[in-house]
C-alpha cells in the first residue's frame, strides 16, 4: 500500500458530512476548512450571513463541498431550527462540531443570573441539544464524531474564569457521557483544549499587548495560537484515525497547561 492510500484511507473524510458551529470566524473557521479539505461536505453554523457567505465561498472556490446556516443558537427553538436546517444541507451528518460560544467574563460578586443563564444556553444547552438531534442517528448508522471547543478554564480558574469556566467545564462532562452512550456503537465525543487564541471570542484579552506577551511567555513553543493550529487535531478527531480515542480532553495549546 502506497502511503498516500494509507493516509487517506487513515484521515480522509470524504462522503461525509459535518456541522460546525461557530464555524465562521476563529478556531471554529480553521476547523471548518480543515474538514472540508480533506473531504468532508460542511455545514456552517452562525449568526452573521456576512461572515457565513464568505466563508462558504471561500470554501468553494477552493474546490471544497460548503454551505451555511444562520441561526441563534441562544434559544432551543434557535438550536432546534439550527439542527434541521444543517442536516438539509446534505443529509444527516457524521461528524458535529460545537465552536460557537460566548465569553461573558465579570468578576464574580457581578455575575448575575442573565450572563449566567446566557453562558449556560450558548456554550453547554445548544452542544447538548445538537448532540442529542445527530448522536442516536450517528449511533444508528454506526459512525459519528461529535468535537466539543472547550478552554482551559474548563481546568483551571484565571482572569475571571466565572460562568465561562463552569460552562466549558461542564462540556467536557457532557462529551464523557456522550461516549458512555454511543461509544459502544462507532461514535466518539471528545474535546479539543485551546491555549490562548487570538481570535473575537478573546477580544478583551487580545487588546492587552503585555497580558498576550505573558501568555505566549507561558507557552513551551514560544507564541499565542492560531486558528491553523487546529486543523490536524480536528481531521484527526474527526477521522477513521480516532476511533479508539472517546471521552478525551486534547490540549492544543503549545505546552500552556503543562508548564
Same mark, same amino acid.
Given at each position: 500500500?502506497?502511503?498516500?492510500?494509507?493516509?487517506?484511507e487513515?484521515?480522509?473524510?470524504?462522503?461525509?458530512?459535518?456541522?460546525?458551529?461557530g464555524?465562521?470566524s476563529?478556531i471554529?473557521?480553521?476547523?471548518?476548512?480543515?474538514?472540508?479539505?480533506?473531504g468532508?461536505?460542511?455545514?456552517v453554523?452562525?449568526?452573521r450571513?456576512a461572515e457565513?457567505?464568505r466563508?462558504?465561498?471561500?470554501?468553494?472556490?477552493a474546490?471544497?463541498?460548503?454551505?451555511?446556516?444562520s441561526?441563534d443558537?441562544?434559544?432551543?427553538? !434557535?438550536?432546534?431550527?439550527a439542527?434541521?436546517?444543517? =442536516?438539509?444541507a446534505?443529509?444527516?451528518p457524521?461528524?458535529?462540531?460545537?465552536?460557537?460560544?460566548?465569553?461573558?467574563?465579570?468578576? *464574580?460578586?457581578?455575575?448575575?443570573?442573565?450572563?449566567?443563564?446566557?453562558? *449556560?444556553t450558548?456554550n453547554?444547552?445548544?452542544?447538548?441539544?445538537?448532540?442529542?438531534?445527530?448522536?442516536?442517528? *450517528?449511533?444508528?448508522r454506526g +459512525?459519528?464524531?461529535?468535537?466539543?471547543?472547550t478552554?482551559?478554564?474548563?481546568?483551571?480558574? +484565571?482572569v475571571?474564569s466565572g =460562568?465561562?469556566?463552569?460552562?466549558? !467545564? =461542564?462540556?467536557?462532562?457532557?462529551?464523557r457521557?456522550?461516549?458512555?452512550?454511543?461509544?459502544p456503537?462507532?461514535v466518539?465525543c471528545?474535546?479539543?483544549?485551546?491555549? +490562548?487564541? *487570538?481570535?473575537?471570542?478573546?477580544?478583551?484579552l487580545?487588546?492587552?499587548?503585555e497580558?498576550?506577551?505573558?501568555?505566549?511567555?507561558?507557552?513551551?513553543? !514560544?507564541?499565542?495560537?492560531?486558528a491553523?493550529?487546529?486543523?490536524?487535531?480536528?481531521v484527526f478527531?474527526a477521522?477513521?484515525?480516532?476511533s479508539?480515542?472517546?471521552g478525551?480532553s486534547?490540549?492544543?495549546?503549545?505546552g500552556?497547561?503543562?508548564h
Open positions: 500500500m502506497t502511503s498516500q492510500k494509507y493516509l487517506s487513515l484521515f480522509s473524510l470524504e462522503g461525509r458530512v459535518a456541522v460546525v458551529t464555524g465562521s476563529g471554529g473557521r480553521g476547523i471548518t476548512e480543515a474538514l472540508a479539505r480533506a468532508a461536505s460542511v455545514v453554523v452562525a449568526r450571513e457565513l457567505a466563508t462558504v465561498g471561500e470554501l468553494e472556490a474546490g471544497c463541498r460548503a454551505a451555511w446556516v441561526a443558537l441562544g434559544t432551543s427553538e !434557535g438550536v432546534r431550527v439542527g434541521d436546517e444543517a =442536516a438539509a446534505f443529509g444527516e457524521d461528524i458535529l462540531v460545537n465552536c460557537a460560544g460566548v465569553n461573558l467574563r465579570p468578576p *464574580m460578586s457581578e455575575l448575575d443570573e442573565d450572563v449566567w443563564d446566557t453562558t *449556560m450558548v453547554l444547552k445548544a452542544p447538548y441539544l445538537l448532540g442529542r438531534r445527530y448522536g442516536p442517528g *450517528m449511533a444508528g +459512525f459519528g464524531r461529535i468535537i466539543h471547543i478552554s482551559q478554564q474548563a481546568h483551571r480558574a +484565571f475571571q =460562568a465561562y469556566g463552569v460552562s466549558k !467545564g =461542564a462540556l467536557e462532562s457532557l462529551a457521557s456522550q461516549a458512555e452512550a454511543w461509544s456503537h462507532g466518539t471528545n474535546t479539543l483544549v485551546p491555549g +490562548f487564541v *487570538m481570535t473575537p471570542l478573546n477580544q478583551r487580545s487588546s492587552d499587548p497580558r498576550v506577551a505573558a501568555l505566549a511567555a507561558r507557552t513551551m513553543v !514560544g507564541r499565542n495560537g492560531l491553523e493550529d487546529f486543523a490536524g487535531a480536528a478527531l477521522s477513521a484515525a480516532s479508539y480515542v472517546t478525551q486534547l490540549f492544543v495549546d503549545g500552556f497547561s503543562v
